[in-house]
Each structure stands twice: as C-alpha cells, then as structure tokens.
C-alpha cells in the first residue's frame, strides 16, 4: 500500500511563502509521476502542480510564476515551494501519485491545511 505524507503547511500572511513536502514509501519513486492538488471549501479538487518521472513539470495557471514542484528521488520526496502566496490559495493541499503509463492519479495523501491571510 502507497503511503504519501504531507507537511509543511499552516497560516501565512498574503505575499508569505512556503513549502510543502510529501515523503513517499512503499513505492519505487523515482518512476513515478508525483503531482499537487488542491480542495477550498465548496471546490472540487483542483491541480497545482505536477512532475513526471523524468522531470517535467506542468503548473495550473493560477499558480505559474509563483509555485515550483520539485522532486528529491533519493529522499522519496516532492516538494511544492509557494512564494508571493494569495487569499485564494487557501486550502487543503495534497499529495498524489501515479505511473506513468496511466491518466488517473491513484494514490493519495491525507493533506495538509494552507491558510493565506489578507
């Protein structure tokens, strides 16, 4: 059973930083596609972020410029580094994961609250 742990996330004033970290076991990371979302209340889920096994990265528009998804093999490790951080980034953040060879994101954390004050 895939095990995704996140951290990191907690109350920041708007224009604030920070990271968030989700450390894998039990699966072979380093050939796996990791990604962010995100729930707000009343929202569906949405992307953030996402990197491939080799490394590509895609963003949602709402974030570019301002998060960067990275990914750390030998730590079993994704981070999400958020800078210059909004109201509307308020939410549940979590961490997903899946093979490369499929579409639907299988796997998931139990999530980490990220509050953004104005």
């Known amino acids: 059973q895939v095990q995704l742990v996140e951290s990191g996330g907690g109350l920041v004033q708007a224009g604030g930083s920070l990271r968030l970290s989700c450390a894998a076991s039990r699966i072979i990371f380093s050939s796996m596609d990791m990604g962010w979302y995100r729930q707000a209340p009343g929202n569906q889920r949405e992307l953030v972020a996402t990197?491939?096994?080799?490394?590509?990265?895609n963003y949602a528009d709402a974030v570019k410029g301002r998060f960067t998804i990275s990914r750390d093999n030998a730590k079993n490790t994704v981070y999400l580094q958020m800078d210059s951080l909004k109201p509307e980034d308020t939410a549940v953040y979590y961490c997903s994961s899946k093979s490369p060879y499929v579409s639907k994101w299988g796997q998931w954390g139990q999530g980490t609250q990220v509050t953004v004050s104005s």
């Open positions: 990197v491939t096994s080799g490394g590509s990265t």
